[in-house]
């Protein structure tokens, strides 16, 4: 299947674009699944009302950070209304993060519990809960123009880029090339640790570090494929490439 081409607003900031991204309706099935789930609910969270949207960044306006994962959890950002929270991916990831001093506090499990987070932005190529986790790639496609213009605004300050996983890396680097920098051909692959300096392409913008780094993922992190010390230390290399200050490893 495939979905007219949508542009996103020219917004003149990462939290309009955030207002006019929560009321896209643009991909039926992710529209139907995203709606379905609040319906149903999980029996853990029956006495929440979901918010069933799609799923803004967070994080600063002047972040020179940008952690690009893959889409919202069904039960996460779905229901909580931010990215990487209330799941066990964003247990891991801030956890990590406040362990740097990149995040105002080591949990993050509703829209209101205080969580900051210090020059670091959070974002997704798909900003639908999809069913099994699965985006298609007209999916991924039509949510691309949100990332650009995402991209486009945070190109002032944006330094590095960490794409948590395969899907965030392959989806990532043709927005960067929109966006205002220069890929390698052919581009690389994804792997864990992988570091790419892509050269800027428009004024304003610096050049930027991508770093590769495995998903935080219920399956990664129980299974010790990604472990507390292996995520720090991709997130701790990219923070001190932004010029980001970072607690010193204990």
């Known amino acids: 299947m495939t979905y007219p081409t949508r542009q996103a607003p020219r917004a003149a900031d990462v939290h309009a674009l955030g207002r006019s991204l929560s009321e896209c309706r643009?991909?039926?099935?992710?529209?139907?699944?995203?709606?379905?789930?609040?319906?149903?609910?999980?029996?853990?969270?029956?006495?929440?009302?979901?918010?069933?949207?799609p799923v803004p960044g967070f994080g600063p306006a002047d972040a020179r950070m940008l952690l690009v994962g893959l889409?919202?959890?069904a039960h996460g950002g779905n229901r909580t209304g931010r990215m990487f929270t209330g799941d066990r991916a964003g247990d891991v990831l801030v956890a990590a993060l406040h362990d740097l001093?990149?995040?105002?506090?080591?949990?993050?499990?509703?829209?209101?519990?205080?969580?900051?987070?210090?020059?670091?932005?959070?974002?997704?190529?798909?900003?639908?809960a999809p069913p099994a986790n699965k985006p298609t790639p007209a999916e991924r496609?039509?949510?691309?123009?949100?990332?650009?213009?995402?991209?486009?605004?945070?190109?002032?300050?944006?330094?590095?880029?960490?794409?948590?996983?395969?899907?965030?890396?392959?989806?990532?680097?043709?927005?960067l090339g929109e966006g205002g920098w220069s890929l390698p051909r052919p581009r690389p692959a994804f792997a864990h640790g992988a570091r790419l300096e892509l050269p800027p392409?428009?004024?304003?913008?610096?050049?930027?570090a991508v770093h590769g780094c495995?998903?935080?993922?219920?399956?990664?992190?129980?299974?010790?494929?990604?472990?507390?010390?292996?995520?720090?230390?991709?997130?701790?290399?990219?923070?001190?490439?932004?010029?980001?200050?970072v607690r010193p490893a204990s």
């Open 141 to 175: 496609d039509t949510c691309r123009p949100w990332l650009v213009r995402e991209l486009e605004l945070l190109r002032p300050t944006l330094r590095t880029v960490v794409a948590l996983g395969a899907f965030g890396w392959q989806a990532v680097l043709p927005v």
């Open 26 to 53: 643009a991909c039926p099935r992710l529209v139907d699944w995203r709606e379905e789930t609040a319906r149903a609910k999980r029996p853990a969270f029956r006495d929440w009302d979901y918010w069933a949207r």
């Open 214 to 245: 495995y998903h935080v993922t219920q399956r990664n992190t129980f299974t010790g494929r990604l472990t507390p010390a292996m995520l720090r230390d991709v997130l701790r290399t990219a923070a001190l490439e932004a010029g980001l200050p």
């Open 71 to 73: 889409a919202p959890a």
């Open 101 to 128: 001093g990149l995040a105002s506090q080591p949990t993050s499990t509703h829209s209101g519990d205080g969580l900051q987070l210090y020059g670091v932005r959070f974002t997704s190529p798909v900003h639908c």
């Open 201 to 208: 392409t428009q004024p304003g913008a610096a050049p930027l």
